[in-house]
């Protein structure tokens, strides 16, 4: 359509923004209130007063309303303009050729071009993109309709049929309905005060007097008419409602909607919109103040909320109420600054115009936030007893009024996990409902959070207080769903199933889970996991060299064998751009031949690389095989003989292919090849490699695949950094600056496990715990069977219990329990003991006032 165009670079860079239009189409514009609106010289150009626009209107008999399409992108920006609107997406930088939706500058300019436009047109009034015509009579207003549109087609604009009403007798414009009698209030302006029902209690009764004290200076003999309202309300009356207290609440709402109290709208004055929610219905009161400061209420509104929103937190339906006042009202706030009230502490934050879209806040408070993006305002905080919108909110119409970027609240369906342990969403709300701290949760955010938390249970929650939500019986935390205590070993196990490295773990689980000290789970996990362990490479102990990054996929290729791996030879394929690994038995025939055969597979799918780097093995440096690459236009690298690391891309994805084989095939009889293989290279494939900070398939096809995590969260966040040359240059920098220079530090009593050179021909690892430091890098470790051995912090790797274990310890003994300078022997004995798990809690009591009063011996027997 013309409106965008890409870019390379820019100074100015602003977030993107969708926002859904009535229609159910979507606007593309930014978050340019944290960017260009703070330094943006607004044009002072006035938008009209309602007076000027109705006074242009005298003398109509018919009306017809005009409404452009896409107003503001039909007006072209300068070239030198155009840098200011640059927003940032996933597929690169592109700015804007057309004004845009969301700059503080755009409705004064839009206003000054329209009005020039038709300044000479009799009978034509405009505010922004809405044009209302009138005449006389039929023949004249043929006429200036006819002139408008010969000008608006000579300069370029184009109108939106079904928004354009043409010779009707009367027409509904910025909040008035005009017919040829003359202005006349628009009856849904006064309809919230006229359908207040008498209260039938003595609850509603003050929040009704609350209301009308609010604007009492504006009510002349208020004491007067509401005085038998006043004397249901004294301590020894009885709620007995008569006939003059019916006409005492019809003289108030007639008060209130008359002149003196409700004013119509003046441009140049302050406006505020006040807002307020409760568990059935939301309120809004638009207002104005005065220079003198007073201020006088111009429509009330309010709608009751649906049975899904009831179930809302109270800082949802606040937020709710928010969106409800702006969109009720826009033909007041857009394009003007406004004072947004609310007496919620939280929203203050979120919606601050000052700062940016909340990234962790609750799914709905981000589309909200996005709505709301286009508007000029300022929160205020109020107290809620000075809140007016209160009443409006606990008494409100019974309108529905629908917010269809709402109504997307699905998150997750179901996950099977390969030990047959079946994780869906009935087992996770069924563990929430028994999580009494989740319960606990659960209570705080649906009624409010207290000023301090006293609980230590509930620290981490209630750092995170205005991020959670509820949702299907379920806690979230902004798109993460909050697991369970019962379940989170579960999650572990189900993320570390094929056995990826700590670094991915995390990735994974940060897409679509959380709990307090996930990461501190994750780390026991990996470091509790013999297979891992006993698999883990050595340290790296020299500089790496690497080869340049290709910037397109599928550009050079890397490629290797590794077996006898389970009776079997496989040959590596990996990309240097986007890390895809191929991974090919080929059972025992490892002949030129049989490669170009594979390759000539995997070519089909992918293209012909520019480049195939290889070592020096026999089938890589045969004729038959440099003939075939020759003829495919491929150049051919081979590294120096015995030298692999150069080669270091098909060396680590060797690695890493055949410890993960090993990992899941170790101590098995008997299992399937191929059907391992493709787990671990599917896994693989949709995890963030550490190097692209994208997952390999994401990069080589430019869109995420689903994967058995969609279906327990099907709207897990995969964030796509679309500037990977960066990441990877930092990351090359990070390996070269860093590698080999990595300093371990073991502690005594550490649980490590070291190389085991025992058996000869044979390295493995055993495990054992710290004995002494001998040096700056050599230990003496005790390893399981008694033995004391030398190693050096090369030859060692830190780990931990597994995670069950953990937590069965952390239950016990919530802090050390060796704390005296006790003897040595006495000391090996609690260890034990305390690995056994067979001090219980009593014991650990009394061990530690022992050890205060230094007689522990004597307690030795009830340890």
């Not at 992108?73 to 050729?97: A, C, H, N, V």
């Not at 000290?517 to 790496?544: F, M, S, W, Y």
């Not at 495919?632 to 150069?646: D, L, N, R, W």
């Not at 969609?710 to 240059?729: C, G, M, Q, S, Y």
Request: aromatic share 10%; charged share 25%; with cysteine.
């Amino acid at each position: 359509m013309d409106v965008l165009e890409p870019i390379e670079f820019s100074e100015w860079a602003t977030p993107i923004v969708p926002v859904l239009k009535k229609n159910g189409q979507v606007r593309i514009c930014g978050d340019f209130k944290v960017t260009v609106n703070p330094v943006l010289i607004v044009d002072k150009y006035p938008l009209p007063r309602i007076e000027e626009l109705f006074a242009k209107l005298q003398g109509g008999d018919e009306f017809t309303k005009l409404d452009l399409t896409m107003a503001y992108q039909q007006m072209e920006l300068d070239e030198d303009s155009r840098k200011f609107t640059t927003i940032s997406t996933t597929k690169g930088l592109f700015q804007y050729k057309r004004l845009v939706y969301g700059l503080a500058s755009a409705p004064a300019i839009f206003q000054k071009i329209m009005e020039n436009l038709l300044l000479k047109i009799e009978g034509v009034v405009v505010f922004i993109d809405d044009i209302l015509i009138t005449a006389g009579n039929r023949v004249e207003h043929v006429k200036r309709v006819k002139q408008v549109l010969s000008v608006l087609q000579d300069a370029g604009f184009s109108l939106s049929l079904e928004k354009c009403n043409f010779f009707c007798k009367k027409v509904e414009y910025l909040g008035h309905i005009i017919d040829k009698e003359g202005l006349h209030t628009n009856p849904e302006k006064i309809k919230m005060i006229k359908d207040i029902a008498y209260p039938k209690n003595l609850k509603e009764l003050q929040a009704f007097l609350g209301m009308i004290n609010f604007y009492r200076r504006f009510l002349p003999n208020l004491a007067n008419i509401a005085s038998p309202l006043y004397d249901l309300m004294k301590g020894d009356s009885q709620f007995v409602w008569t006939n003059e207290c019916s006409k005492a609440i019809d003289k108030l709402k007639n008060l209130v909607i008359a002149d003196k109290c409700l004013t119509h709208f003046n441009p140049e004055f302050g406006t505020k919109l006040t807002v307020d929610a409760s568990p059935i219905g939301v309120g809004a009161v638009l207002s104005q103040v005065a220079p003198d400061g007073v201020e006088k209420p111009i429509e009330f509104a309010s709608r009751i909320l649906k049975p899904v929103e009831r179930k809302y937190s109270q800082l949802d339906r606040e937020a709710v109420a928010i969106l409800f006042g702006v969109t009720k009202f826009h033909q007041y706030l857009y394009g003007r600054k406004f004072i947004l009230v609310t007496d919620n502490k939280p929203l203050q934050y979120i919606f601050n115009p000052k700062k940016g879209i909340p990234q962790m806040a609750a799914n709905r408070l981000q589309r909200i936030a996005l709505a709301l993006s286009g508007y000029n305002f300022q929160v205020e905080h109020i107290r809620s007893t000075q809140n007016v919108a209160d009443y409006f909110s606990r008494f409100p119409s019974k309108i529905f009024c629908e917010n269809k970027w709402l109504e997307s609240d699905v998150y997750f369906n179901y996950v099977k996990e390969s030990n047959k342990i079946q994780l869906d969403l009935e087992l996770v709300k069924k563990e929430t409902e028994k999580d009494k701290v989740l319960q606990k949760v659960k209570e705080y955010i649906l009624k409010g959070w207290p000023s301090k938390c006293r609980d230590v249970d509930m620290e981490q929650y209630f750092r995170k207080k205005n991020e959670l939500s509820y949702e299907q019986n379920c806690v979230f935390w902004a798109y993460r769903i909050v697991i369970p205590k019962s379940l989170q070993h579960k999650v572990v196990e189900l993320l570390h199933s094929s056995h990826m490295g700590i670094v991915k773990m995390k990735s994974r689980a940060r897409e679509c889970s959380w709990w307090p000290k996930q990461t501190k789970d994750l780390e026991i996990a990996v470091k509790g996991c013999e297979p891992c362990l006993k698999t883990r490479a050595d340290p790296p102990k020299q500089e790496l060299k690497v080869w340049k990054w290709p910037d397109k996929p599928w550009s050079r290729v890397h490629i290797d064998f590794f077996g006898p791996c389970f009776k079997r030879w496989c040959l590596i394929i990996i990309d240097a751009h986007t890390k895809w690994i191929e991974c090919i038995d080929m059972g025992r025939n490892t002949t030129s031949k049989a490669v170009i055969e594979k390759l000539q597979d995997v070519f089909a799918r992918f293209g012909l690389p520019h480049e195939l780097v290889s070592d020096n093995g026999t089938a890589f440096v045969s004729n038959e095989f440099k003939i075939y690459l020759k003829n495919c236009g491929i150049k051919h690298f081979t590294t120096p003989v015995g030298y692999p690391a150069t080669n270091g891309q098909a060396e680590n994805a060797v690695k890493t292919v055949k410890n993960a084989l090993k990992r899941s095939l170790l101590n098995v009889d008997s299992g399937n090849f191929n059907v391992v293989l493709n787990k671990f290279l599917f896994d693989y494939r949709n995890t963030k490699h550490c190097s692209t900070g994208i997952a390999p398939a994401t990069l080589m096809f430019g869109r995420q695949l689903r994967t058995k995590l969609d279906l327990f969260n099907p709207h897990r966040k995969v964030e796509i950094n679309v500037n990977v040359n960066k990441i990877v240059e930092e990351s090359q920098n990070k390996q070269k600056k860093y590698y080999g220079s990595r300093n371990n530090r073991f502690k005594e009593n550490e649980a490590v496990m070291i190389k085991d050179y025992s058996i000869p021909g044979r390295v493995s690892w055993a495990k054992g715990y710290v004995s002494k430091k001998l040096g700056r890098q050599i230990y003496i470790v005790k390893t399981e069977n008694g033995k004391n051995w030398k190693r050096h912090a090369n030859q060692m790797i830190g780990c931990k219990k597994n995670f069950q274990e953990e937590e069965n310890r952390s239950k016990l003994f919530k802090e050390p329990i060796v704390e005296a300078n006790i003897g040595s022997k006495a000391k090996d004995i609690v260890s034990q003991k305390v690995e056994e798990n067979i001090v219980d809690q009593k014991g650990k009591i009394n061990y530690k006032y022992n050890l205060r009063t230094r007689k522990f011996k004597d307690n030795m027997k009830q340890l």
